[in-house]
């Protein structure tokens, strides 16, 4: 299936390794030219000449911290200049402290809305505005599951997914007529770097092994398995995709089957 992405320009953050690294090696599969960010310049070089090994697509990479509203700024302007007007923006943010309530200090709190809140806020004030002239625009959210089904020993993260879902649904309504679609994907545990690297955290802290960790978050799903990041990548191409325009304002996941919601 052709997804006719050749000619768009995609930014995708968070996408030296895991998720965001599928993403964009998926969009960059489909024709897209495609610029991807991290604050780790070694891992964003590598993540490039990666994406360049396996697709013909122009792919650069810029260093930015998400965080940091300068760094924002900065990245817009580099991306623009370097590749065109942005059409596409995948939005992976990273993960949060992770804390029950009792144990959140008020620094990761901040903490967590400077990471997942503000930098959605900051980009889609800077790239609305064009994808609404040009009609044209696909904003995608990469979520959490708990941001649907709050988990206590993360109550940061629960408590922001649900805003960025809630705040997805407003900008999507407002939109929609001027050809932008704005959707949020929450995956579940996928064999990332990430899940390797929160096993470790979790397993420290209970006193157990991180195999048997990641062998019980397995089974979270009914598939008794870690999704494949290349099959996420695959998804957000279409949603990225003209043939992706009517879906919009809604909130998806990909789990295996964990959440309980229909």
Known sequence: MDLQLKGKNALVTGASYGLGFACAEAL????ASVAICSRNAT???EAVRQIGLTTDSNVI?????????PDLQCLIKDVEEQLGSIDILVLSTGHPPTWPFTKATDQQWQEGIDLILRPPILLCRALLDGMRKRKYGRVIFIGSIFGLEPEASSVVQST????????AKCIATEVAADGVTVNVVCPGYFDTPLVHDLAKQYADTQKTSVES???DWKTFSPTK????PQDLGAFISFLASPK???ITGTTLTMDGGAIKQY
């Open 28 to 31: 960059a599969s489909e024709g």
């Open 43 to 45: 891992k964003l070089n």
């Open 61 to 69: 990479g810029i260093a930015a911290d998400l965080t940091k509203e």
């Open 160 to 167: 922001l997914r649900t805003g960025l879902n809630a705040m």
């Open 213 to 215: 960790v990641l062998e």
């Open 225 to 228: 398995q870690f999704g494949n």
């Open 244 to 246: 992706g325009s009517f």
